[in-house]
């Protein structure tokens, strides 16, 4: 089994959070601010860098209005 974090499951999860903030209209720092955190924890998030747990991944489904399955799709 691969070790990596890069699989095409989690580059698809990736993508599909960077199209639900720009189809939003949000930037990294407005994210960042609805978050708590800083916009290099978004950048981190989108660019792969990490992984993304469920709390994380509800959180951004609630800022994006967007049903967890959307990412997991």
Not at 29 to 56: F, H, P
Request: aromatic content about 8%; charged content about 35%; overall charge positive.
């Amino acid at each position: 089994m691969d070790k990596t974090i890069f699989t095409e499951s989690h580059r698809k999860l990736v993508q599909r959070l960077k199209e639900a903030r720009k189809k939003t209209g949000l930037n990294q720092v407005d994210v960042a601010e609805k978050l708590g955190r800083s916009q290099s924890y978004i950048s981190k998030m989108e660019s792969g860098q990490c992984r993304i747990d469920t709390v994380q991944l509800k959180e951004f489904a609630a800022i994006y209005k967007k049903e967890i399955a959307f990412f997991l799709k």
